[in-house]
Every structure is written in structure tokens, then in C-alpha cells.
């Protein structure tokens, strides 16, 4: 199971995103640590700009792979080559809706297959060609790419869902359909999240076969965006219970840096790295939670650096409430308890929000002054 990080390349093309050269470099070192073995780190073509600064990141002495992505043309090869990088994903058009609107056909297709593959053979040391919109591509149509670029000796077959409709089934057939035709060619997955199944056909295609998939940090990416990097390797390791050999803890910084770095925050209970989804106030929850604290989580939070957090509010109860009076030293007798519940949903309605600390001493304070006059 080979992970390939694309947020440096797909990544960046969500609207209104661009990272500097200082931000690509920290990305990068970040994803290195965490131990991702291959990056997609942009796309020459795109500019002189472009160009230096995939040069730059590929000269660091980073341990992982990187790989440039190119159009079927010479001079996208040209480009990347430039750069000095030794492997190439070259993405081809597939599906009619696709082929049509460049004012391509078939016979473009896989004429345009075996030049441009046999001229990147020359030039780089892995090759890697991409179906793209295969979800949409007539199966026939899809076959003949396919075992083209397997007769081509290509390294590897990258399969785009590149509008994200597809579904767990739909992968699995998919990838099950080219299990044991290609043998020494990759395939790999690449899932949008249009529809937001990306990390479910991800997981989904990582059982049926694939060898490797792409995905983005925190999903960053066109439209809805990708599959997530930290979401699609939890999944893995407490789902499938299989390694990836990359850092869960790691990834957490990751998600925080890009988002920082492309302006696109993400959502409180965005699973893994939400700022909220280990945080708990219901007091049937956090009754279950302080006797056993895997009562309401899929996998320990402190294995990736996160904890389980209690939030008093509206729906506490009296067992979460006493738990954190009882980290500021204050204790209640069981009047006193039912009073303060009353008061904490009071004023958590009121806020229509949850409450700090100091809120909650206050309240314990005012109960008190109101006993003793």
C-alpha cells in the first residue's frame, strides 16, 4: 500500500490557493517526517516560477520520491525534465466528455499513448500515466488505454475518479477488473470527493487491489477536494489494521500548517484533525467516557497526540460536572450538584454555547454566596 501526497500539486489547484517557495519547502520537510515515501510536487509547465521551485524542493536531499505532473505533450516532458526529477505522472484525457471538449478522439488517444510514452522513457527514470475521468470512460474504451500503457512497460496506471462519482461497489469492480492482468504495472487510485466519498473509495480500492493511492492533506483540492491524507491513514490503521508507516501525530501538524498555509479552514468535526471531534459533552457520554475511554472512540486519541476533551454545557451531566469542579479542588454535596447543573444548562442556553473553566467556577461561587445569605 503506497501512499502518494498530491497536495503540493493537486493540492495547490483549489481555487484561490497558492503556497510560496518557503511554505512548499515546509509542507515538504513535514511530509517527509511523517514518512511519506512519495510526492507529487507540482507542475512545471505551469510557469518559470513553477519550474524553479520544483527544482529547489527536488535538490533538498528529501528521502521521499518526488514526481512532476505533465499534460500528453513534449514540452510539459521538456519542462519536468528541467527540473531535474526522475519521475513523471503524464495524465491523458479518456472519456468521451473529456476527448470532446480538447477536440480529441480515440485514435489521438492512443497514438498520442505510445510517442509521448516511449519520448518520457528516454528522459525519466519512472513513468507513470494517468487515466483521467476513467470513472466516466466506456469501459471498452478504458480497457484499451489500460493494457496499452501495460504493453507500453509503464510503471504505473493512475485511475482518476475526476469528479468524485463513484462509490465504494463501483471502485471495488473496477479495480477488481484489472487485479491479475497487469503484472508488473502499478495501479494506482486517484479519488475526488465530490460526492464525499473520496477516503471511503480510497480505503475501498486499497482492498481491491490497488497498489497506491494519492491524496491531498487535509483533502485540499479542486471543488470539494480529494481524499485526505490523515483520514485515508486512520482508516487504515484502525479500520483495516494494516501499516502505512507513516505518522498519525505527524500528520496532525501537517493538517494545521495547511491549513494555515492555504487559507482553507476546516471544519470543527472534520474527522482526525477537527479541532472538536475528540470533545464530548452529552452526560451520557461523558458519564460512559470517565469509566472507560474508548466507550465512544474509534481508536485511542492520544496514539495520534490528540485527547479526549469534555465540554460543560446544555447536555453535561452530573458526573462531567463534578469531574471538573473536582480538578479545581471543589466538591459538592448532592443538593448543591443538582443546583449547579441547573445553573450551568441556564447559562450554556443563554450563550448558546459551551462553558470555560472560569464560567463554571463563577457559577460554583455564586451558589455559594447564595447559601450563605
Not at 238 to 262: G, H, P, Q, Y
Request: aromatic share 6%; glycine share 6%; hydrophobic share 40%.
Amino acid at each position: 500500500m503506497h501512499i502518494i501526497d498530491t497536495t503540493l500539486r493537486d493540492g495547490e489547484q483549489a481555487p484561490g490557493v497558492i503556497f510560496s517557495l518557503k511554505e512548499k519547502l515546509h509542507i515538504a520537510a513535514l511530509l517527509d517526517e511523517a514518512g511519506v515515501k512519495e510526492l507529487e510536487i507540482g507542475t512545471p509547465a505551469i510557469s518559470l516560477a513553477d519550474e524553479n521551485d520544483i527544482r529547489t524542493i527536488n535538490n533538498q536531499g528529501f528521502r521521499f520520491n518526488a514526481t512532476c505532473w505533465a499534460r500528453a505533450c513534449i514540452s510539459d516532458l521538456q519542462a519536468a525534465a528541467r527540473t531535474g526529477v526522475s519521475r513523471i505522472n503524464i495524465s491523458f484525457p479518456v472519456s468521451a466528455i473529456h476527448l470532446t471538449a480538447l477536440g480529441k478522439n480515440r485514435d489521438w488517444m492512443l497514438t498520442s499513448l505510445s510517442t509521448i510514452v516511449k519520448q518520457a522513457q528516454n528522459m525519466f527514470a519512472f513513468i507513470s500515466v494517468g487515466a483521467q475521468d476513467a470513472s466516466r470512460c466506456q469501459a471498452n474504451l478504458l480497457d484499451e488505454f489500460v493494457f496499452a500503457a501495460h504493453n507500453l512497460k509503464v510503471n504505473r496506471i493512475r485511475l482518476a475518479d475526476t469528479v468524485g462519482i463513484m462509490n465504494p461497489k463501483s471502485v471495488q469492480n473496477l479495480f477488481e477488473r484489472y487485479q491479475n492482468c497487469l503484472y508488473g504495472t502499478e495501479l494506482e487510485f486517484h479519488a475526488h470527493n465530490d460526492l464525499g466519498m473520496a477516503t471511503a473509495n480510497t480505503i475501498s480500492a486499497l482492498q481491491a487491489g490497488a497498489n497506491a493511492v494519492s491524496l491531498t492533506v487535509n483533502g485540499l483540492g479542486e471543488r470539494a477536494g480529494n481524499a485526505a491524507l490523515e483520514e485515508v491513514v486512520a482508516a487504515m490503521a484502525f479500520s483495516l489494521s494494516e501499516t502505512s508507516e507513516i505518522n498519525l501525530e505527524a500528520c496532525i501538524r501537517l493538517c494545521e500548517f495547511v491549513e494555515k498555509a492555504s487559507g482553507r479552514k476546516s471544519s470543527a468535526s472534520k474527522p482526525i484533525s477537527g479541532k472538536k471531534v475528540y470533545s464530548h459533552e452529552s452526560g451520557i457520554h461523558c458519564n460512559s467516557l470517565l469509566k472507560d475511554s474508548m466507550t465512544y472512540h474509534a481508536f485511542d486519541p492520544n496514539l495520534i497526540g490528540q485527547k479526549s476533551q469534555f465540554v460543560i454545557g446544555k447536555h453535561s451531566g452530573l458526573a462531567v460536572v463534578k469531574n471538573a469542579l473536582k480538578g479545581m479542588d471543589i466538591y459538592l454535596n448532592d443538593e448543591q450538584s443538582k443546583q449547579l447543573i441547573e445553573a450551568v444548562k441556564e447559562r450554556s442556553i443563554r450563550k448558546k454555547s459551551e462553558l470555560n473553566s472560569k464560567e463554571l467556577q463563577q457559577l460554583y461561587l455564586n451558589l455559594i454566596d447564595c447559601e450563605s445569605n
